[in-house]
């Protein structure tokens, strides 16, 4: 057991970025804004600072509150940048950066119900943010412009 749980973390940590800081997903920072069949979402990222990044995401529809979620990336205990989501307030659940490429990054909780991975993209003054099972199935995507 101890072997298995060992190859696992091994596994892990050999796909995640080699020195990948939080300061290395300061092209996240901003105001996004989405308004997609009436329903209008932000999400805000704060700069880069002390290691950690705080974010918050908001989706309104005819001024009813659909979902909100506290956000922050910060480095875990193994120096890795880790998404840690809370939506509505509650508790955090936390993704390991597993892939970042310029202007990318990849986040991966494969024990979590739904999402168990976050990648973004950015293009320009555009960002796409998209939730997914492991395998990719059941995805949905978010296409915000830059506020």
């Not at 973004?120 to 960002?127: C, E, F, N, S």
Request: proline content about 5%.
């Amino acid at each position: 057991m101890k072997i298995q749980a060992m190859l696992a973390a091994i596994a892990l940590t050999a796909s995640a970025p080699a020195c990948a800081q939080v300061a290395d997903l300061a092209w996240l920072s901003g105001e996004w804004m989405s308004d997609a069949g009436g329903v209008w979402t932000e999400e805000r990222w704060s700069i880069p600072r002390g290691g950690m990044m705080l974010g918050t995401s908001l989706s309104v529809k005819a001024d009813k509150v659909l979902e909100f979620e506290f956000l922050r990336i910060e480095t875990d205990r193994y120096g890795k940048p880790t998404y840690v989501a809370q939506p509505r307030g509650g508790s955090p659940v936390y993704f390991p950066l597993i892939r970042m490429e310029s202007g990318s990054a990849t986040f991966e909780n494969p024990k979590h119900d739904f999402p168990q991975r976050i990648t973004y993209i950015r293009d320009g003054q555009a960002l796409t943010a998209t939730i997914s099972l492991m395998d990719g199935s059941n995805a949905i995507s978010w296409t915000f412009n830059q506020r």
